[in-house]
Protein backbone atom coordinates (compact mmCIF):
# COMPACT_ATOMS: atom_id res chain seq x y z
CA UNK A 1 0.00 0.00 0.00
CA UNK A 2 3.22 2.38 0.05
CA UNK A 3 1.96 4.32 -3.36
CA UNK A 4 -1.71 4.98 -2.65
CA UNK A 5 -1.94 8.34 -0.84
CA UNK A 6 -2.19 8.32 3.35
CA UNK A 7 -5.58 8.73 3.89
CA UNK A 8 -6.88 5.99 1.08
CA UNK A 9 -4.48 3.83 2.99
CA UNK A 10 -5.80 4.67 6.04
CA UNK A 11 -9.16 4.38 5.10
CA UNK A 12 -8.91 0.55 3.99
CA UNK A 13 -6.57 -0.17 7.16
CA UNK A 14 -10.22 1.12 8.91
CA UNK A 15 -12.29 -1.48 7.74
CA UNK A 16 -11.68 -4.56 10.01
CA UNK A 17 -11.89 -2.18 13.32
CA UNK A 18 -14.78 -0.77 11.72
CA UNK A 19 -16.66 -4.03 11.27
CA UNK A 20 -15.60 -5.14 14.71
CA UNK A 21 -17.27 -1.65 15.95
CA UNK A 22 -20.30 -2.39 13.95
CA UNK A 23 -20.55 -5.90 15.16
CA UNK A 24 -19.70 -4.92 18.88
CA UNK A 25 -22.61 -2.26 18.50
CA UNK A 26 -24.90 -5.03 17.49
CA UNK A 27 -23.91 -7.34 19.76
CA UNK A 28 -24.09 -4.58 22.88
CA UNK A 29 -27.63 -3.74 21.93
CA UNK A 30 -28.69 -7.48 21.52
CA UNK A 31 -27.67 -8.08 25.19
CA UNK A 32 -29.75 -5.39 26.07
CA UNK A 33 -32.34 -6.53 25.03
CA UNK A 34 -32.37 -10.73 25.09
CA UNK A 35 -33.26 -12.24 28.36
CA UNK A 36 -31.66 -15.67 28.32
CA UNK A 37 -34.24 -18.27 30.51
CA UNK A 38 -31.85 -19.48 33.12
CA UNK A 39 -32.47 -21.96 36.43
CA UNK A 40 -29.22 -21.17 38.42
CA UNK A 41 -27.91 -24.47 37.75
CA UNK A 42 -24.93 -25.74 36.07
CA UNK A 43 -26.24 -28.83 35.18
CA UNK A 44 -23.38 -31.53 33.67
CA UNK A 45 -23.16 -34.53 32.40
CA UNK A 46 -21.72 -37.42 34.65
CA UNK A 47 -21.75 -41.24 35.02
CA UNK A 48 -24.42 -41.46 37.65
CA UNK A 49 -26.74 -39.00 34.64
CA UNK A 50 -27.23 -35.07 34.80
CA UNK A 51 -25.57 -33.68 37.53
CA UNK A 52 -26.11 -30.51 39.41
CA UNK A 53 -22.34 -29.28 39.44
CA UNK A 54 -22.88 -25.42 40.33
CA UNK A 55 -25.76 -24.14 41.90
CA UNK A 56 -25.13 -20.36 42.01
CA UNK A 57 -26.46 -18.57 45.26
CA UNK A 58 -29.88 -17.23 45.73
CA UNK A 59 -30.46 -18.14 41.76
CA UNK A 60 -34.00 -19.49 41.12
CA UNK A 61 -32.47 -23.08 41.44
CA UNK A 62 -31.29 -22.57 44.78
CA UNK A 63 -34.71 -20.61 46.23
CA UNK A 64 -37.10 -23.82 44.93
CA UNK A 65 -34.48 -26.22 47.11
CA UNK A 66 -32.14 -27.79 44.36
CA UNK A 67 -28.67 -28.87 45.64
CA UNK A 68 -25.37 -29.50 44.39
CA UNK A 69 -25.16 -33.13 43.56
CA UNK A 70 -28.62 -34.00 42.53
CA UNK A 71 -29.60 -35.92 39.67
CA UNK A 72 -32.02 -34.45 36.91
CA UNK A 73 -34.50 -37.01 36.07
CA UNK A 74 -36.51 -34.83 33.90
CA UNK A 75 -37.91 -31.39 33.73
CA UNK A 76 -41.95 -30.94 32.84
CA UNK A 77 -41.68 -34.31 32.40
CA UNK A 78 -39.34 -34.33 29.37
CA UNK A 79 -36.89 -36.76 30.14
CA UNK A 80 -32.94 -34.86 30.84
CA UNK A 81 -30.95 -37.81 29.53
CA UNK A 82 -28.09 -35.07 28.78
CA UNK A 83 -27.45 -31.75 30.24
CA UNK A 84 -27.87 -29.85 26.92
CA UNK A 85 -31.88 -31.51 27.09
CA UNK A 86 -32.04 -29.13 30.39
CA UNK A 87 -30.92 -26.31 28.93
CA UNK A 88 -33.03 -26.84 25.63
CA UNK A 89 -35.78 -27.27 28.27
CA UNK A 90 -35.20 -24.34 30.57
CA UNK A 91 -35.14 -21.93 27.32
CA UNK A 92 -38.54 -23.44 25.68
CA UNK A 93 -40.02 -22.46 29.77
CA UNK A 94 -39.02 -19.08 29.16
CA UNK A 95 -38.58 -16.33 31.50
CA UNK A 96 -40.65 -16.17 34.32
CA UNK A 97 -42.71 -19.05 33.75
CA UNK A 98 -43.00 -22.80 36.21
CA UNK A 99 -40.76 -25.59 35.34
CA UNK A 100 -41.24 -29.04 37.15
CA UNK A 101 -38.39 -30.72 37.60
CA UNK A 102 -37.70 -34.52 39.00
CA UNK A 103 -34.72 -34.89 40.92
CA UNK A 104 -32.94 -37.76 42.67
CA UNK A 105 -31.72 -37.02 46.20
CA UNK A 106 -29.90 -39.92 48.33
CA UNK A 107 -31.98 -42.47 46.47
CA UNK A 108 -35.17 -40.44 46.68
CA UNK A 109 -37.28 -38.96 44.05
CA UNK A 110 -37.57 -35.09 44.58
CA UNK A 111 -39.94 -32.45 42.91
CA UNK A 112 -39.34 -29.19 43.20
CA UNK A 113 -40.94 -26.34 41.16
CA UNK A 114 -38.42 -23.53 39.63
CA UNK A 115 -39.57 -20.27 38.44
CA UNK A 116 -37.24 -19.61 35.35
CA UNK A 117 -35.67 -15.92 35.44
CA UNK A 118 -33.62 -13.80 33.13
CA UNK A 119 -29.81 -14.95 33.01
CA UNK A 120 -27.73 -12.39 35.60
CA UNK A 121 -25.83 -9.65 34.29
CA UNK A 122 -22.89 -8.66 36.07
CA UNK A 123 -24.37 -4.88 35.52
CA UNK A 124 -21.45 -2.48 36.71
CA UNK A 125 -18.65 -4.99 35.34
CA UNK A 126 -19.99 -5.61 31.99
CA UNK A 127 -20.82 -1.76 31.11
CA UNK A 128 -17.04 -1.52 32.23
CA UNK A 129 -15.61 -3.94 30.46
CA UNK A 130 -17.50 -2.38 27.03
CA UNK A 131 -16.15 1.41 27.88
CA UNK A 132 -12.58 -0.56 28.29
CA UNK A 133 -13.20 -2.03 24.79
CA UNK A 134 -14.30 0.94 23.24
CA UNK A 135 -11.63 2.84 24.85
CA UNK A 136 -8.64 0.53 23.15
CA UNK A 137 -10.63 0.76 19.95
CA UNK A 138 -10.48 4.97 20.39
CA UNK A 139 -6.71 4.24 20.63
CA UNK A 140 -6.65 1.83 17.55
CA UNK A 141 -8.15 4.72 15.64
CA UNK A 142 -5.78 6.86 16.90
CA UNK A 143 -2.72 5.21 16.39
CA UNK A 144 -3.93 4.06 12.65
CA UNK A 145 -4.90 7.64 11.70
CA UNK A 146 -1.96 9.51 13.27
CA UNK A 147 1.58 7.34 12.64
CA UNK A 148 0.50 6.27 9.39
CA UNK A 149 0.67 2.55 8.26
CA UNK A 150 4.39 1.86 8.92
CA UNK A 151 5.07 -2.05 10.07
CA UNK A 152 6.14 -0.62 13.81
CA UNK A 153 2.82 0.40 14.59
CA UNK A 154 0.74 -1.95 12.90
CA UNK A 155 1.14 -4.51 15.83
CA UNK A 156 -0.24 -2.31 18.41
CA UNK A 157 -3.22 -1.53 16.22
CA UNK A 158 -4.14 -5.12 15.95
CA UNK A 159 -3.40 -5.58 19.29
CA UNK A 160 -6.03 -2.71 20.36
CA UNK A 161 -8.80 -3.98 18.04
CA UNK A 162 -7.75 -7.66 19.75
CA UNK A 163 -8.11 -6.22 23.00
CA UNK A 164 -11.93 -4.32 22.23
CA UNK A 165 -13.33 -7.37 20.97
CA UNK A 166 -12.27 -9.47 23.93
CA UNK A 167 -13.48 -6.75 26.67
CA UNK A 168 -16.97 -5.71 24.81
CA UNK A 169 -17.80 -8.80 22.89
CA UNK A 170 -19.92 -11.28 24.58
CA UNK A 171 -22.35 -14.05 23.31
CA UNK A 172 -26.24 -13.57 24.41
CA UNK A 173 -26.92 -17.30 24.54
CA UNK A 174 -29.16 -17.22 21.74
CA UNK A 175 -26.90 -18.86 19.39
CA UNK A 176 -27.81 -17.90 16.13
CA UNK A 177 -25.46 -17.09 13.67
CA UNK A 178 -24.45 -13.90 14.83
CA UNK A 179 -24.07 -14.68 18.18
CA UNK A 180 -21.68 -17.60 17.23
CA UNK A 181 -19.68 -15.11 15.55
CA UNK A 182 -19.33 -12.98 18.71
CA UNK A 183 -18.36 -15.98 20.37
CA UNK A 184 -15.67 -17.34 17.95
CA UNK A 185 -14.34 -13.37 17.02
CA UNK A 186 -13.78 -13.10 21.75
CA UNK A 187 -12.01 -16.48 21.54
CA UNK A 188 -9.58 -15.34 19.42
CA UNK A 189 -8.53 -12.33 20.77
CA UNK A 190 -8.45 -13.75 23.68
CA UNK A 191 -6.44 -16.11 22.57
CA UNK A 192 -4.48 -13.69 19.70
CA UNK A 193 -4.06 -10.46 22.33
CA UNK A 194 -1.60 -11.83 24.92
CA UNK A 195 0.55 -12.95 21.93
CA UNK A 196 0.33 -9.74 20.36
CA UNK A 197 1.32 -7.82 23.39
CA UNK A 198 4.62 -10.01 23.93
CA UNK A 199 5.69 -9.80 20.45
CA UNK A 200 5.37 -6.03 20.84
CA UNK A 201 7.86 -6.13 24.14
CA UNK A 202 10.29 -7.75 22.53
CA UNK A 203 10.35 -5.17 19.41
CA UNK A 204 12.22 -2.78 21.90
CA UNK A 205 16.20 -2.58 21.87
CA UNK A 206 18.26 -4.50 24.06
CA UNK A 207 16.43 -7.58 23.81
CA UNK A 208 18.31 -8.92 20.84
CA UNK A 209 20.17 -11.99 23.32
CA UNK A 210 16.45 -13.31 24.01
CA UNK A 211 15.43 -16.29 21.34
CA UNK A 212 12.27 -15.15 20.39
CA UNK A 213 13.34 -11.44 20.18
CA UNK A 214 14.83 -13.50 16.45
CA UNK A 215 12.44 -12.37 13.42
CA UNK A 216 12.94 -15.79 12.09
CA UNK A 217 11.75 -17.44 15.58
CA UNK A 218 8.66 -14.71 16.62
CA UNK A 219 6.28 -17.09 15.66
CA UNK A 220 6.82 -19.32 18.42
CA UNK A 221 5.09 -16.65 20.47
CA UNK A 222 1.85 -17.70 18.91
CA UNK A 223 2.18 -21.51 19.17
CA UNK A 224 0.19 -21.64 22.96
CA UNK A 225 -2.59 -19.94 21.41
CA UNK A 226 -2.48 -21.60 18.13
CA UNK A 227 -2.87 -24.61 20.52
CA UNK A 228 -5.51 -23.27 22.86
CA UNK A 229 -7.53 -22.86 19.70
CA UNK A 230 -7.59 -25.96 18.23
CA UNK A 231 -8.57 -27.48 21.81
CA UNK A 232 -11.23 -25.37 22.08
CA UNK A 233 -12.12 -26.07 18.44
CA UNK A 234 -11.94 -30.00 19.39
CA UNK A 235 -13.98 -29.35 22.75
CA UNK A 236 -16.74 -27.22 20.99
CA UNK A 237 -17.44 -29.77 18.15
CA UNK A 238 -17.28 -32.31 21.12
CA UNK A 239 -14.69 -34.35 18.85
CA UNK A 240 -12.10 -34.66 22.09
CA UNK A 241 -12.53 -37.34 24.20
CA UNK A 242 -11.93 -37.28 28.32
CA UNK A 243 -13.15 -38.48 31.22
CA UNK A 244 -15.15 -35.42 31.97
CA UNK A 245 -18.36 -33.77 31.21
CA UNK A 246 -18.31 -31.08 28.21
CA UNK A 247 -18.71 -28.46 30.87
CA UNK A 248 -15.77 -30.18 33.24
CA UNK A 249 -13.61 -29.44 30.03
CA UNK A 250 -14.57 -26.42 29.18
CA UNK A 251 -14.06 -25.38 32.54
CA UNK A 252 -10.43 -26.23 32.76
CA UNK A 253 -10.15 -24.96 29.32
CA UNK A 254 -10.65 -21.73 30.73
CA UNK A 255 -8.53 -21.57 33.43
CA UNK A 256 -6.21 -22.75 30.87
CA UNK A 257 -6.87 -19.81 28.39
CA UNK A 258 -6.83 -17.00 31.83
CA UNK A 259 -3.26 -18.67 32.92
CA UNK A 260 -2.01 -17.93 29.41
CA UNK A 261 -3.46 -14.81 29.34
CA UNK A 262 -1.66 -13.66 32.62
CA UNK A 263 1.32 -15.69 32.33
CA UNK A 264 1.91 -13.48 28.89
CA UNK A 265 1.48 -10.37 29.90
CA UNK A 266 3.34 -11.19 33.00
CA UNK A 267 6.44 -12.45 30.98
CA UNK A 268 5.96 -8.89 28.76
CA UNK A 269 6.44 -6.59 31.98
CA UNK A 270 9.42 -8.88 33.23
CA UNK A 271 10.58 -7.61 29.17
CA UNK A 272 10.07 -4.21 29.31
CA UNK A 273 11.48 -3.70 32.92
CA UNK A 274 15.11 -5.78 31.27
CA UNK A 275 15.15 -3.38 28.30
CA UNK A 276 14.80 -0.53 30.85
CA UNK A 277 17.65 -1.77 33.28
CA UNK A 278 20.23 -2.43 30.01
CA UNK A 279 18.93 0.40 28.27
CA UNK A 280 21.85 3.40 28.08
CA UNK A 281 19.46 5.92 27.24
CA UNK A 282 17.39 7.97 29.75
CA UNK A 283 14.35 8.47 26.96
CA UNK A 284 13.94 4.99 26.51
CA UNK A 285 14.47 4.01 30.04
CA UNK A 286 11.53 6.27 30.93
CA UNK A 287 9.37 4.70 28.36
CA UNK A 288 10.00 1.09 29.13
CA UNK A 289 9.94 2.22 32.72
CA UNK A 290 6.29 3.28 32.17
CA UNK A 291 4.98 0.71 29.92
CA UNK A 292 6.16 -2.21 32.91
CA UNK A 293 4.84 -0.44 35.54
CA UNK A 294 1.46 0.09 33.90
CA UNK A 295 1.61 -3.57 32.91
CA UNK A 296 2.14 -4.59 36.06
CA UNK A 297 -0.25 -2.15 37.66
CA UNK A 298 -3.42 -3.65 35.20
CA UNK A 299 -2.28 -7.16 34.94
CA UNK A 300 -1.30 -8.15 38.76
CA UNK A 301 -4.43 -7.19 40.51
CA UNK A 302 -6.46 -9.54 37.72
CA UNK A 303 -3.46 -12.53 38.22
CA UNK A 304 -3.84 -12.45 41.86
CA UNK A 305 -7.53 -11.93 42.77
CA UNK A 306 -9.08 -13.71 39.84
CA UNK A 307 -7.09 -15.46 37.74
CA UNK A 308 -4.93 -17.56 40.75
CA UNK A 309 -8.10 -18.23 42.53
CA UNK A 310 -9.91 -19.56 39.34
CA UNK A 311 -7.15 -21.79 38.33
CA UNK A 312 -7.53 -23.31 41.67
CA UNK A 313 -11.24 -23.67 41.68
CA UNK A 314 -12.69 -20.70 43.00
CA UNK A 315 -16.26 -19.67 41.43
CA UNK A 316 -16.31 -16.29 40.22
CA UNK A 317 -17.31 -14.03 43.28
CA UNK A 318 -17.92 -10.59 43.54
CA UNK A 319 -14.14 -10.08 45.09
CA UNK A 320 -12.90 -11.34 42.28
CA UNK A 321 -14.68 -9.82 39.59
CA UNK A 322 -13.82 -6.42 40.52
CA UNK A 323 -10.37 -7.42 39.78
CA UNK A 324 -11.04 -6.05 36.34
CA UNK A 325 -11.25 -2.56 37.06
CA UNK A 326 -6.99 -2.70 37.13
CA UNK A 327 -7.25 -3.36 33.19
CA UNK A 328 -7.72 -0.04 32.37
CA UNK A 329 -3.99 1.07 33.19
CA UNK A 330 -2.76 -0.58 30.60
CA UNK A 331 -4.29 1.35 27.66
CA UNK A 332 -3.73 4.40 29.41
CA UNK A 333 -0.15 3.59 29.99
CA UNK A 334 -0.01 2.90 26.44
CA UNK A 335 -1.81 5.88 25.20
CA UNK A 336 0.04 8.30 27.42
CA UNK A 337 3.27 6.77 26.12
CA UNK A 338 2.41 6.87 22.62
CA UNK A 339 1.83 10.76 22.97
CA UNK A 340 4.69 11.40 25.29
CA UNK A 341 7.50 9.94 22.84
CA UNK A 342 5.91 8.40 19.98
CA UNK A 343 8.22 5.18 20.53
CA UNK A 344 11.13 6.54 18.94
CA UNK A 345 13.38 3.21 19.57
CA UNK A 346 10.87 0.86 18.27
CA UNK A 347 12.01 -1.14 15.58
CA UNK A 348 9.06 -3.53 12.60
CA UNK A 349 8.54 -6.12 14.53
CA UNK A 350 9.06 -8.31 11.52
CA UNK A 351 12.52 -7.13 11.24
CA UNK A 352 15.64 -8.59 12.59
CA UNK A 353 16.96 -5.05 15.16
CA UNK A 354 19.70 -3.02 13.55
CA UNK A 355 22.79 -3.75 14.34
CA UNK A 356 24.84 -1.39 16.64
CA UNK A 357 27.30 -1.18 14.58
Avoid at 32 to 37: G, T
Avoid at 128 to 151: D, S
Wanted: glycine share 6%; hydrophobic share 55%; aromatic share 12%.
Amino acid sequence: MGGLPFRLTTALLALPGLALAVLGGINIEQRRVFQLPCDGVTWADSPRGVTAWVVARDGPGNRAGILEGDILRAINERPALFAADAAREVFRTGVWSQAAYELIRRGEIVRVKVVVAPQESVGAIRHYLETLGLVYLALGAIILVRRRTTQQWAPLHVFCLASFALYAFAYTGKLDALDWTVYWVNVIALLVQPAIFLHFCLSFPDQRDLFLHRGHSSWLLYLPAAFLLALHLLVALRVLVAPLSLQALRWVLDRAELIYLTAYFLAGAAILERGRRRSRETPLQLQLKLLARGTLAAILPFATLYALPYFLGFIPAPWMTSSVFSLIFLPLTLGYTLFRSAFAHMRPLSQPAESPL
